[in-house]
C-alpha cells in the first residue's frame, strides 16, 4: 500500500476502456451542449487534455456580456467525456437561469496519466496540472494583453471527491489572482472528504488492522480541512475577498461519511469562510449531478452567504 499507493488512489485505468473514451460517443447525451478537446502544458512539460464548452446567454438589453469561467476537477477514476453528460445540463441551466448577458465557460481538467492527458498521476503533478489549466483559462486575459477587461472576470473552482482536495489546494495559492484581473467567486466541493489520512481511518476503522497507521508514509494528502484555512490566510494576506463555499453531500454516500461534510463546514465558519451545504438526498458518491437537485445547487453556488448560522447545528463532536 505505501510503495503502490499512487496506484491504489489514481484509477485513469477503470472501466478498461477509460484512457479510449472520445467526446464524440457521448454527443448525443449531452443535450446540444458542444464540447471540444483543447490542449495545455504543465509547469514540468507534461502534456494536458482539458474539455471546453462554451453556452451564450444574450438578453434583449444593452448591458455588456459578462464572462464566467468553470473549472472542473474530476474523481480519481474513468475520464472526463462520460462525465459530460451530467456538466451538459449544468450549463443550459447556467444559460436559461441568467439574469444578464453572460458567456459561460466550463474546463473539465482531464489529469495527468487519465484520458488522453500524458504522464503518470500523482498529488504533485496533479497539482501542477491544475495550475496548467488555470494557466490556460487566463492567457485570452493575462497582463500583456493590450486590453484587458475593466471588470473583474468572475472564476469558480468545482472539485469532485479527490477533485475536492485538488481545488481547495489550487485555491489556497491565492497570489495567482493577486496580478489578474481574474476573480474567485466560489469553490464548489463535490461529495468531499477531509483528507486521504482521514479516508483510510474511514475505510480500515479496525485498529487491528495496519493500514491505518500506515499515514507517516503517505505521498497523497489530498487535505481540504487543512486547504481550507490556507485558503483564508493566503486571500487575508494579499487584501482580497475568499472564495465562498459550497458542500455538496451525497445522502446515501457510499464511502464517505457525513461526518467529513460536517466538519469541512465547520472549519469554513472557523475560519471565516462563508459556507453552505446541501444534501442530495438518495444520492450515491458518484449521484450528485444526475439528481435535478445537485444541478441546481451549483448553479445557485453564488448565491452562498458569509455568514455563521449554521454553526449551531454542526455537532461539536465532529472532529
Known amino acids: ?3 503502490f499507493q499512487n496506484k491504489i488512489i489514481y484509477m485513469p485505468g477503470l472501466p478498461p476502456n477509460a484512457r479510449r473514451e472520445k467526446i464524440e460517443d457521448y454527443k448525443n447525451q449531452c443535450g446540444g451542449i458542444q464540447w471540444r478537446e483543447e490542449r495545455t502544458v504543465a509547469a514540468d ?5 482539458l474539455c471546453v464548452a462554451n453556452v451564450n446567454c444574450e438578453l434583449d438589453t444593452d448591458l455588456p456580456v459578462k464572462t464566467v469561467y468553470v473549472l472542473y476537477f474530476q474523481g480519481n477514476a474513468s475520464s472526463i467525456p ?3 453528460p451530467f456538466l451538459s445540463p449544468v450549463l443550459r441551466l447556467l444559460s436559461d437561469r441568467a439574469t444578464f448577458p453572460a458567456r459561460y465557460t466550463m474546463v473539465c481538467c482531464s489529469y495527468r496519466g487519465y484520458w488522453t492527458s500524458k504522464g503518470r498521476p500523482s498529488e504533485n503533478g496533479i497539482a501542477m496540472d491544475a495550475v496548467a489549466a488555470l494557466k490556460w483559462i487566463r492567457e485570452p486575459h493575462g497582463e500583456e494583453a493590450p ?19 485538488v481545488a481547495t489546494g489550487l485555491a489556497a495559492q491565492a497570489h495567482i ?3 489578474s484581473n481574474f476573480l474567485l467567486k466560489a469553490v464548489i466541493l463535490e461529495t468531499p472528504f477531509l483528507s486521504i489520512r482521514a479516508m483510510l481511518e474511514t475505510l480500515y476503522p479496525q485498529k487491528w488492522l495496519p493500514y491505518r497507521y500506515l499515514w507517516p508514509f503517505l505521498r497523497n494528502h489530498l487535505d481540504s480541512w487543512a486547504g481550507l484555512g490556507l485558503m483564508r490566510r493566503s486571500f487575508r494576506e494579499i487584501g482580497l475577498d475568499p472564495p465562498s463555499i459550497l458542500i455538496l453531500e451525497a ?9 467529513h461534510a460536517t466538519a469541512l463546514e465547520r472549519r469554513c465558519l472557523e475560519v471565516g469562510l462563508g459556507v453552505k451545504r446541501r444534501v ?3 444520492a450515491l458518491h458518484t449521484e450528485v449531478m444526475a439528481r435535478s437537485e445537485g ?13 455563521r448560522t449554521y454553526i449551531r447545528r454542526i455537532p461539536k463532536s465532529v472532529p
Do not use: H, Y
Not at 296 to 307: D, G, M, N, Q, Y
Open 280 to 282: 442530495i438526498s438518495n
Open 45 to 49: 512539460g507534461t502534456r494536458i487534455s
Open 251 to 259: 445522502g446515501r454516500d457510499e464511502l464517505v461519511p457525513k461526518e
Open 82 to 84: 462520460p462525465r459530460l
Open 1 to 3: 500500500m505505501v510503495v
Open 147 to 165: 486590453k484587458p477587461p475593466a471588470e473583474s472576470i468572475p472564476i469558480v473552482f468545482w472539485g469532485q471527491s479527490i477533485g475536492a482536495g
Open 177 to 179: 489572482f493577486s496580478r
Open 295 to 307: 444541478r441546481l445547487a451549483v448553479c445557485l453556488s453564488k448565491r452562498t452567504r458569509r455568514t
